[in-house]
C-alpha cells in the first residue's frame, strides 16, 4: 500500500507512522481495500468505460456520486446514508465525531440531516448544516459547555449557515423550487453517561436497548409534522391525523424561511445497554414505531454499529427506498450499577429541567403503527 | 468600448433552462439553451464610433437591377443612394465588391473580379461606380450568389464574409433548382442579408435564401427607407467578430434529436441542417456572432429509465472549427433529465420552454393565416390570424402585434377575436409575413 500523506476520509495531513487519522479516526493499514485496487471504472447502466465528468458518453446515465451511499465511523459512532432507489441524488447529510471535554471524558457526536425537497439545493442545504453543527460541537464540548447548551449552539450554528445559503448570490432557477435552501435536523451527544437530543423537522431519534423484552424501544423525537401538530392540539385523532395527505408535511426545519425557529432538546440517562439511532425519514417511514424499527436492529448493534447501520439503511432500500436514507448509531452502555436502577424510570427518557428549559414536547411511548 | 486592435473572439456564455424532472416512462426533454456572446471592443448593432473591425472583415453588396427597378425610378436611386450609404459605413479595412443583380451578374466595383479594400481613395472610386447601377434585364438570383461566393474566394484571409442582396421582384428568370444549386454551393461560404423592396418580391423566395445564408429578411416597402437600412446592416456585420460557428448537440445513445431551433431573436428551424460530428453528436449552424444573445430550443427524445435515475440528455456546445480539422470549444451546456415520481415536479412546464412555443407557434399562425387569406379561405385565414393575435398579446410581442393590427381589426386580444381588415395593403400584409419569426424574450 502506498505511503498515505492525507487521511482518504477527511484529508487530514498525516505522519509517516500513523495508523489511525487524528481528526476522524479512519484505519490506515490493514489488508488492502477495493479502494485500493486499481479498477478501470465503468458505467452501471451500459458497462461502458468512456466516462466523463459524472456521466456516461455512451448513455448518458449519471455515474455514482460519492453522496450516493457514504459510510462513517469512529470510536463510539457509526453512520451510512444512501441515495436509495427513487431520487436521483441523496439529500441526506451527516457527521460524526469524537470531542474530548475539558476533564478528559470522551463525548461522541452524530448529526443528521434531511434536505428539503421542495426548497433550492437541498443536498446543499443538509451537508451545509451537517458540517456546522458538527465544528459548533466539537468546539464546544471541548470548551467544556454544558451538552443541553452546546446542542442549542450547534442548531443555531447549524441554522445560521444554512440561511446563509439563501444569500450566497446563487441565481434562482427559473421554474424551479425558489424556497430558500432548507433541512431538517436532529443530532446525539452521548458524553458521560448522559445523551442530549436536539432536532427540528421529522429527522428522529430512537432508543433500542440490547434487551427488548424485559425494556422497551423508545422513539425520542417528536416530528414537527401537520400530522403531530393536529394530534398535539386534540384536533384529530393519530390514525385520522396520519392517514391525511398532509401527514409529513413539515412545520419545522431550518433555513432563511423558517420562521420562529423552535429548536427541541431533550436529555436521558440510560440504565441499560442499547444504541441510540438517529435517522431520515427514509429509514422510518419503512418502520415507524420504535418496537417495529428495533426488530430490525441488529441484536449486536451495540458492538457492532457501524453492520447494524448498514443493515437498517439495506432493510429500507429493500423496502422501496423510495427516500434517501440516512442512519447513525451510537452504543450505549451505561456505566452504572445495578442498586442505582429505578425501575419506574427503566430507560425513561428524563427531560432534564435544569438544562432543558425548552424541552417541552412530551415525550410519549411509541405505539405500534399495527394493531 | 473603442478599440484599434482586432480583439480577441467573443467569450461564449451558456445558459440551460428546462424542467428535467420527468414522470415514469417520459421520455421527450426540451430545454432552452441561451447563448450569449460577449467580445471586447466592438460595438454589436449600435453605431459604430471608433470601433475598428480590421482587416478580417469583407461585404459584397448586390444590388438588383432587373428593369422593374425603373417603376417607380425612386427605387433605383433610393438603392443607389443606400450602397453609398453602406460604404460609408464600413471602416477602412474592410474588403468590400458592388454587384449589379440581373439575370446575369456584374461587377460594378471594383470589377476586377475580386475585392476592394476600402480606404480613402477606393471609398470616393466606389461611389463614383454607383452610376452604373442601371436597371435593364431580368432575375436570376443564382447567378448573384455564385458571383458573391467567387468575389469572397477571390479573397482569401477574411473571416467573416457578409453579403446583402436586395431585390425587387421574383427570381423569374430561372428555375428553383438554380437557385438551390447555387444555394447549396454558398452554404457556409458566406453569410447573407436579404431585402425585398416594394411589394413585388415573393416572401417565402427570400426566406429560403436568407435561411440557408444564416442572414435576416426584411421588407423596406418604401425606397426611401433603404438607406437607413442598409447602414444597419452594415454596423452589425461589422459587429461580426467571429465566422462559422455551430451548435454542436451531443446525444446518449439511442437518443433522437427531434428539433433544434433558434427561438430568438427570430423563430429559424435549423434541426435539418445537421452535419454529423463524432460520435452521437451533430452540428448545427449558426453563422457569424459579434456582441449579441441567441436562445434555441432543443428537443429531445431520450430512452426512458427508472425513476430515481438522471441522464444527461444532451451535451450542447458552441464549437468554432479550426483550420487544421480540430475544433474549438467556445461555450457548454447541459440538458438533464431526471426521472422522478413527484407529480409536482414532473408536471411543472418551464416558464422559457412554454413561451418559445408559444412564439413559435405564433409564427406558424401568422403564416398559416396569411396563406389560408392567399387562398381565398377567409375563415381559416381568420381563425389562424386570431389565433396569432392571442399569442402575441400574452406574450407580450407587441412588435408583431401591431403588425397584426394592420390586417385584422381585433375585437378581443385575449381570446383572439379578430375581423379581417378590408383593404388590406399589400405591404402590410407582406410584412406581417416576414417578420412573423420574430420574437420576443420571456417577460421578467
Ligand atoms: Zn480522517
Ligand atoms: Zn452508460
Same mark, same amino acid.
Given at each position: 500500500?502506498?505511503?498515505?500523506?492525507?487521511?482518504?476520509?477527511?484529508?487530514?495531513?498525516?505522519?509517516?507512522?500513523?495508523?489511525?487519522?487524528?481528526?476522524?479516526?479512519?484505519?490506515?493499514?490493514?489488508?488492502?481495500?477495493?479502494?485500493?485496487?486499481?479498477?478501470?471504472?465503468?458505467?452501471?447502466?451500459?458497462?461502458?468505460?468512456?466516462?466523463?465528468?459524472?456521466?456516461?458518453?455512451?448513455?448518458?446515465?449519471?455515474?455514482?456520486?460519492?453522496?450516493?451511499?457514504?459510510?462513517?465511523?469512529?470510536?463510539?459512532?457509526?453512520?451510512?446514508?444512501?441515495?436509495?432507489?427513487?431520487?436521483?441524488?441523496?439529500?441526506?447529510?451527516?457527521?460524526?465525531?469524537?470531542?474530548?471535554?475539558?476533564?478528559?471524558?470522551?463525548?461522541?457526536?452524530?448529526?443528521?440531516?434531511?434536505?428539503?425537497?421542495?426548497?433550492?439545493?437541498?443536498?446543499?442545504?443538509?451537508?451545509?448544516?451537517?458540517?456546522?453543527?458538527?465544528?459548533?460541537?466539537?468546539?464546544?464540548?471541548?470548551?467544556?459547555?454544558?451538552?443541553?447548551?452546546?446542542?442549542?449552539?450547534?442548531?443555531?450554528?447549524?441554522?445560521?449557515?444554512?440561511?446563509?445559503?439563501?444569500?450566497?448570490?446563487?441565481?434562482?432557477?427559473?421554474?424551479?423550487?425558489?424556497?430558500?435552501?432548507?433541512?431538517?435536523?436532529?443530532?446525539?451527544?452521548?458524553?458521560?453517561?448522559?445523551?442530549?437530543?436536539?432536532?427540528?423537522?421529522?429527522?428522529?431519534?430512537?432508543?433500542?436497548?440490547?434487551?427488548?423484552?424485559?425494556?422497551?424501544?423508545?422513539?425520542?423525537?417528536?416530528?414537527?409534522?401537520?400530522?403531530?401538530?393536529?394530534?398535539?392540539?386534540?384536533?384529530?385523532?393519530?390514525?385520522?391525523?396520519?392517514?391525511?395527505?398532509?401527514?409529513?408535511?413539515?412545520?419545522?426545519?431550518?433555513?432563511?424561511?423558517?420562521?420562529?425557529?423552535?429548536?427541541?432538546?431533550?436529555?436521558?440517562?440510560?440504565?441499560?445497554?442499547?444504541?441510540?439511532?438517529?435517522?431520515?425519514?427514509?429509514?422510518?417511514?419503512?418502520?415507524?414505531?420504535?418496537?417495529?424499527?428495533?426488530?430490525?436492529?441488529?441484536?449486536?448493534?451495540?458492538?457492532?454499529?457501524?453492520?447494524?447501520?448498514?443493515?437498517?439503511?439495506?432493510?429500507?432500500?429493500?423496502?422501496?427506498?423510495?427516500?434517501?436514507?440516512?442512519?447513525?448509531?451510537?452504543?450505549?452502555?451505561?456505566?452504572?450499577?445495578?442498586?442505582?436502577?429505578?425501575?419506574?424510570?427503566?430507560?425513561?427518557?428524563?427531560?432534564?429541567?435544569?438544562?432543558?428549559?425548552?424541552?417541552?414536547?412530551?415525550?410519549?411511548?411509541?405505539?405500534?403503527?399495527?394493531? | 468600448?473603442?478599440?484599434?486592435?482586432?480583439?480577441?473572439?467573443?467569450?461564449?456564455?451558456?445558459?440551460?433552462?428546462?424542467?428535467?424532472?420527468?414522470?415514469?416512462?417520459?421520455?421527450?426533454?426540451?430545454?432552452?439553451?441561451?447563448?450569449?456572446?460577449?467580445?471586447?471592443?466592438?460595438?454589436?448593432?449600435?453605431?459604430?464610433?471608433?470601433?475598428?473591425?480590421?482587416?478580417?472583415? #469583407?461585404?459584397?453588396?448586390?444590388?438588383?437591377?432587373?428593369?422593374?427597378?425603373?417603376?417607380?425610378?425612386?427605387?433605383?436611386?433610393?438603392?443607389?443612394?443606400?450602397?453609398?450609404?453602406?460604404?460609408?459605413?464600413?471602416?477602412?479595412?474592410?474588403?468590400?465588391?458592388?454587384?449589379?443583380?440581373?439575370?446575369?451578374?456584374?461587377?460594378?466595383?471594383?470589377?476586377?473580379?475580386?475585392?476592394?479594400?476600402?480606404?480613402?481613395?477606393?471609398?470616393?472610386?466606389?461611389?463614383?461606380?454607383?452610376?452604373?447601377?442601371?436597371?435593364?434585364?431580368?432575375?436570376?438570383?443564382?447567378?448573384? !450568389?455564385?458571383?458573391?461566393?467567387?468575389?469572397?474566394?477571390?479573397?482569401?484571409?477574411?473571416?467573416?464574409?457578409? #453579403?446583402?442582396?436586395?431585390?425587387?421582384?421574383?427570381?423569374?428568370?430561372?428555375?428553383?433548382?438554380?437557385?438551390?444549386?447555387?444555394?447549396?454551393?454558398?452554404?457556409?461560404?458566406?453569410?447573407?442579408?436579404?431585402?425585398?423592396?416594394?411589394?413585388?418580391?415573393?416572401?417565402?423566395?427570400?426566406?429560403? !435564401?436568407?435561411?440557408?445564408?444564416?442572414?435576416?429578411?426584411? !421588407?423596406?416597402?418604401?425606397?426611401?427607407?433603404?438607406?437607413?437600412?442598409?447602414?444597419?446592416?452594415?454596423?452589425?456585420?461589422?459587429?461580426?467578430?467571429?465566422?462559422?460557428?455551430?451548435?454542436?448537440?451531443?446525444?446518449?445513445?439511442?437518443?433522437?434529436?427531434?428539433?433544434?431551433?433558434?427561438?430568438?431573436?427570430?423563430?429559424?428551424?435549423?434541426?435539418?441542417?445537421?452535419?454529423?460530428?463524432?460520435?452521437?453528436?451533430?452540428?448545427?449552424?449558426?453563422?457569424?456572432?459579434?456582441?449579441?444573445?441567441?436562445?434555441?430550443?432543443?428537443?429531445?427524445?431520450?430512452?426512458?429509465?427508472?425513476?430515481?435515475?438522471?441522464?444527461?440528455?444532451?451535451?450542447?456546445?458552441?464549437?468554432?472549427?479550426?483550420?487544421?480539422?480540430?475544433?474549438?470549444?467556445?461555450?457548454?451546456?447541459?440538458?438533464?433529465?431526471?426521472?422522478?415520481?413527484?407529480?409536482?415536479?414532473?408536471?411543472?412546464?418551464?416558464?422559457?420552454?412554454?413561451?418559445?412555443?408559444?412564439?413559435?407557434?405564433?409564427?406558424?399562425? !401568422?403564416?398559416?393565416?396569411?396563406?389560408?387569406?392567399?387562398?381565398?379561405?377567409?375563415?381559416?385565414?381568420?381563425?389562424?390570424?386570431?389565433?396569432?393575435?392571442?399569442?402575441?398579446?400574452?406574450?407580450?410581442?407587441?412588435?408583431?402585434?401591431?403588425?397584426?393590427?394592420?390586417?385584422?381589426?381585433?375585437?378581443?386580444?385575449?381570446?383572439?377575436?379578430?375581423?379581417?381588415?378590408?383593404?388590406?395593403?399589400?405591404?402590410?400584409?407582406?410584412?406581417?409575413?416576414?417578420?412573423?419569426?420574430?420574437?420576443?424574450?420571456?417577460?421578467?
Amino acid at each position: 500500500m502506498p505511503q498515505q500523506t492525507e487521511c482518504p476520509t477527511c484529508a487530514e495531513p498525516l505522519g509517516p507512522q500513523d495508523a489511525f487519522c487524528g481528526a476522524c479516526g479512519t484505519a490506515l493499514t490493514g489488508p488492502p481495500t477495493l479502494r485500493d485496487l486499481p479498477v478501470v471504472p465503468s458505467c452501471p447502466n451500459c458497462g461502458s468505460t468512456e466516462l466523463a465528468d459524472g456521466w456516461c458518453q455512451r448513455c448518458g446515465h449519471a455515474q455514482p456520486r460519492e453522496r450516493d451511499h457514504q459510510e462513517h465511523e469512529v470510536t463510539g459512532v457509526a453512520a451510512v446514508s444512501d441515495r436509495g432507489l427513487r431520487h436521483h441524488r441523496n439529500e441526506d447529510a451527516f457527521g460524526v465525531a469524537g470531542a474530548e471535554c475539558p476533564d478528559g471524558a470522551p463525548a461522541v457526536i452524530a448529526v443528521v440531516c434531511d434536505g428539503v425537497s421542495s426548497s433550492a439545493r437541498p443536498d446543499e442545504a443538509s451537508a451545509t448544516a451537517v458540517t456546522a453543527a458538527t465544528d459548533s460541537l466539537v468546539a464546544a464540548l471541548k470548551a467544556g459547555r454544558d451538552p443541553g447548551q452546546a446542542m442549542h449552539e450547534a442548531i443555531g450554528a447549524a441554522n445560521r449557515a444554512v440561511t446563509a445559503l439563501a444569500h450566497d448570490g446563487t441565481p434562482a432557477e427559473p421554474g424551479r423550487h425558489n424556497n430558500a435552501p432548507a433541512c431538517t435536523y436532529v443530532s446525539a451527544i452521548s458524553a458521560g453517561g448522559l445523551v442530549t437530543i436536539g432536532w427540528v423537522g421529522d429527522t428522529r431519534a430512537y432508543w433500542i436497548p440490547d434487551d427488548r423484552e424485559s425494556a422497551e424501544p423508545y422513539r425520542l423525537t417528536e416530528d414537527d409534522s401537520w400530522a403531530a401538530r393536529m394530534v398535539a392540539a386534540k384536533l384529530m385523532d393519530e390514525a385520522e391525523a396520519y392517514a391525511d395527505p398532509r401527514a409529513h408535511a413539515i412545520t419545522g426545519w431550518l433555513g432563511a424561511d423558517a420562521e420562529d425557529l423552535d429548536p427541541h432538546t431533550v436529555s436521558f440517562t440510560p440504565h441499560v445497554p442499547g444504541v441510540l439511532l438517529i435517522c431520515t425519514d427514509g429509514l422510518w417511514n419503512y418502520a415507524e414505531a420504535a418496537t417495529d424499527l428495533a426488530f430490525f436492529v441488529r441484536a449486536d448493534a451495540r458492538t457492532e454499529p457501524l453492520a447494524a447501520a448498514r443493515a437498517l439503511v439495506t432493510f429500507a432500500v429493500e423496502r422501496g427506498g423510495h427516500d434517501n436514507i440516512t442512519v447513525a448509531v451510537l452504543p450505549i452502555d451505561p456505566q452504572v450499577s445495578p442498586a442505582d436502577h429505578d425501575d419506574t424510570l427503566l430507560d425513561v427518557p428524563l427531560p432534564r429541567a435544569a438544562a432543558d428549559t425548552d424541552a417541552t414536547v412530551p415525550l410519549r411511548r411509541a405505539e405500534p403503527a399495527a394493531n | 468600448m473603442a478599440s484599434l486592435s482586432k480583439p480577441d473572439a467573443p467569450r461564449f456564455d451558456v445558459d440551460v433552462f428546462q424542467n428535467e424532472y420527468l414522470a415514469q416512462g417520459a421520455r421527450e426533454v426540451n430545454a432552452i439553451v441561451t447563448v450569449t456572446a460577449t467580445g471586447g471592443g466592438t460595438s454589436g448593432g449600435r453605431p459604430l464610433g471608433a470601433a475598428a473591425p480590421g482587416p478580417g472583415t #469583407a461585404v459584397v453588396l448586390v444590388i438588383d437591377c432587373s428593369g422593374s427597378m425603373e417603376h417607380p425610378n425612386t427605387k433605383m436611386r433610393n438603392a443607389r443612394e443606400a450602397t453609398a450609404a453602406a460604404i460609408d459605413t464600413l471602416p477602412d479595412g474592410v474588403a468590400f465588391a458592388v454587384v449589379a443583380g440581373t439575370n446575369r451578374a456584374e461587377d460594378v466595383f471594383p470589377g476586377n473580379g475580386t475585392l476592394a479594400v476600402l480606404d480613402p481613395y477606393t471609398r470616393i472610386h466606389a461611389k463614383e461606380a454607383l452610376h452604373r447601377l442601371k436597371p435593364s434585364g431580368g432575375t436570376s438570383i443564382s447567378t448573384w !450568389i455564385d458571383r458573391a461566393r467567387k468575389l469572397f474566394d477571390a479573397h482569401p484571409g477574411t473571416t467573416i464574409r457578409h #453579403a446583402v442582396l436586395l431585390t425587387d421582384g421574383r427570381n423569374e428568370h430561372e428555375t428553383p433548382a438554380d437557385l438551390q444549386r447555387a444555394l447549396d454551393a454558398a452554404t457556409g461560404a458566406f453569410t447573407a442579408d436579404c431585402r425585398g423592396v416594394g411589394t413585388d418580391w415573393e416572401v417565402a423566395e427570400l426566406r429560403r !435564401i436568407s435561411s440557408a445564408l444564416l442572414g435576416t429578411v426584411d !421588407i423596406v416597402a418604401e425606397p426611401s427607407g433603404l438607406a437607413e437600412d442598409f447602414r444597419a446592416m452594415m454596423a452589425t456585420a461589422i459587429g461580426k467578430q467571429v465566422a462559422d460557428v455551430a451548435l454542436r448537440v451531443w446525444t446518449p445513445a439511442n437518443a433522437r434529436v427531434k428539433f433544434v431551433k433558434q427561438a430568438a431573436p427570430a423563430v429559424e428551424d435549423l434541426t435539418e441542417r445537421r452535419t454529423e460530428a463524432g460520435p452521437r453528436a451533430g452540428d448545427y449552424p449558426t453563422g457569424s456572432w459579434g456582441d449579441e444573445s441567441r436562445d434555441y430550443h432543443v428537443c429531445v427524445e431520450v430512452p426512458a429509465a427508472a425513476v430515481g435515475n438522471e441522464m444527461l440528455a444532451a451535451r450542447i456546445s458552441l464549437v468554432l472549427p479550426g483550420p487544421d480539422g480540430t475544433t474549438e470549444v467556445l461555450g457548454q451546456g447541459l440538458v438533464r433529465a431526471v426521472w422522478t415520481d413527484d407529480l409536482a415536479s414532473s408536471t411543472r412546464i418551464n416558464p422559457q420552454v412554454a413561451h418559445y412555443t408559444g412564439q413559435a407557434e405564433l409564427a406558424e399562425s !401568422i403564416r398559416d393565416g396569411l396563406e389560408a387569406h392567399r387562398a381565398g379561405d377567409l375563415d381559416r385565414a381568420t381563425a389562424r390570424l386570431g389565433a396569432a393575435v392571442r399569442l402575441a398579446h400574452a406574450s407580450g410581442n407587441e412588435g408583431t402585434l401591431k403588425l397584426l393590427r394592420k390586417v385584422v381589426d381585433v375585437v378581443d386580444a385575449r381570446e383572439g377575436t379578430v375581423r379581417f381588415r378590408k383593404n388590406v395593403s399589400e405591404a402590410d400584409s407582406m410584412t406581417l409575413e416576414t417578420r412573423s419569426t420574430k420574437t420576443v424574450r420571456v417577460k421578467k
